[in-house]
Antibody, heavy 120, light 108 residues
Framework: EVQLLESGGGLVQPGGSLRLSCAAS????????MSWVRQAPGRGLEWVSV????????YYADSVKGRFTISRDNSNNTLYLQMDSLRVDDTAVYYC?????????????WGQGTLVTVSS | DIVMTQSPATLSVSPGERATLSCRAS??????LAWYQQKPGQAPRLLIY???TRATGIPARFSGSGSGTEFTLTISSLQSEDFAVYYC??????????FGGGTKVEIK
């Protein structure tokens, strides 16, 4: 069974940093692209970033480019999102997501999410 | 960027009735369109991909159609567990991947 478990969320001040993790199991992690998607309170879904499976290529939404860094550790089946220079409008539930068994998209597996709150 | 526009924002439907949700892309996305269902406090769940292919375990009452810029999700006979928010997503032209703003299906 595919499982994705995010961690690392919490309260941080504007301008601060946070690193999210997503522990994956139940599939060959290194074979699949992984993404982060966020959802601000009461709002819709916003794609944040994607990283390919191996020899990683990375892509970002303009709203986070230059501030967030996606990475992965295939030996430990873990996805990361390093978030720097955080802003109040980065407040959201952050989900890791993937498509297992096909192209990179759409997302057939999601984690339960981790809440990031940026506030002074 | 491709803008995805969903309508209506809220759809009030009685159990057992048919629901029709619309999604429009700002430019052609071929058939690279997915639909997700999200219930409060839960992660989204993939319903439909490739415009009309049901994801694993999705009941046959969910169907998708369309092409180019106009797409539809139809729920043939609403069950109590179907009341939720539905999002469309294009994955034809990225980055960025883009989602619609959502349609909330509520009990009439």
């Amino acid at each position: 069974e595919v499982q994705l478990l995010e961690s690392g969320g919490g309260l941080v001040q504007p301008g601060g940093s946070l690193r999210l993790s997503c522990a994956a199991s139940g599939f060959t992690f290194s074979n699949y692209a992984m993404s982060w998607v966020r959802q601000a309170p009461g709002r819709g879904l916003e794609w944040v970033s994607v990283i390919s499976g191996s020899s990683p290529s990375t892509y970002y939404a303009d709203s986070v480019k230059g501030r967030f860094t996606i990475s992965r550790d295939n030996s430990n089946n873990t996805l990361y999102l390093q978030m720097d220079s955080l802003r109040v409008d980065d407040t959201a539930v952050y989900y890791c997501a993937t498509r297992v068994g096909g192209y990179w998209f759409p997302f057939d597996h999601w984690g339960q999410g981790t809440l990031v709150t940026v506030s002074s | 960027d491709i803008v995805m526009t969903q309508s209506p924002a809220t759809l009030s439907v009685s159990p057992g009735e048919r629901a029709t949700l619309s999604c429009r892309a700002s430019q052609s996305i071929s058939n690279n369109l997915a639909w997700y269902q999200q219930k409060p406090g839960q992660a989204p769940r993939l319903l439909i991909y490739g415009t009309s292919t049901r994801a694993t375990g999705i009941p046959a009452r969910f169907s998708g159609s369309g092409s180019g810029t106009e797409f539809t999700l139809t729920i043939s006979s609403l069950q109590s567990e179907d009341f939720a928010v539905y999002y469309c997503q294009q994955y034809n032209d990225w980055p960025p991947l883009t989602f619609g703003g959502g349609t909330k299906v509520e009990i009439k």
